[in-house]
């Protein structure tokens, strides 16, 4: 019997690993096809913090509801010294401890080192946890504490966006 999986995409670092050390873009449909190969998704969760009224975001998050992945987005908040922030971390680690009993397998699509600790819990839960990033942006501690690494680099020829 096929493991049951859940995907959770950090769609901030995924938009830094594309531009920084892939130099292509992914398509996020064909990243979640690639595991459907080994694993029966339960759900795909896509998380982005988002300029409002920012129209091309708009029709990037709806064709991904369209694909049956979950978009959880969060405005971008200004900053006093005109800095941006958008940080989804928190509810990534909320989602992926509320729907632990609905997967055996959890592929998190992230390089974040404040992952570490979520993943010693998961996996204290049962949990098999895999972190999909680049060597360049994945920080030791997360891959050390995951049970599985997968680089995109590697796979790459399967999830690119054409």
């Known amino acids: 019997m096929r493991r049951r999986a859940a995907i959770f995409v950090d769609g901030t670092n995924l938009y ?11 398509d996020i449909v ?3 096809n690639y595991f459907k190969q080994f694993y029966d998704i339960y759900n795909t969760f896509f998380y982005l913090a988002y300029k409002e009224e920012d129209e091309k975001q708009e029709r990037f998050f709806k064709l991904l509801a369209f694909s049956g992945i979950t978009v959880v987005k969060k405005p971008v908040k200004q900053l006093k010294d005109g800095s941006l922030k958008g940080d989804v971390d928190v509810d990534i680690a909320i989602d992926m401890l509320l729907t632990k009993d609905n997967y055996d397998t959890a592929i998190l699509c992230s390089g ?7 993943v010693y819990v998961l996996r204290n839960f049962g949990k098999e946890v895999i972190c999909v990033s680049t060597k360049e942006s994945s920080s030791i501690e ?3 504490a995951c049970d599985r690494y997968i680089d995109l680099k590697e796979i790459l020829p399967f999830i690119k966006l054409e």
């Open 16 to 26: 830094f690993i594309q531009k920084n050390f892939l130099n292509a873009k992914i």
């Open 30 to 32: 064909k990243f979640v």
């Open 112 to 118: 974040d080192s404040d992952f570490e600790r979520l």
């Open 142 to 144: 997360l891959v050390n």
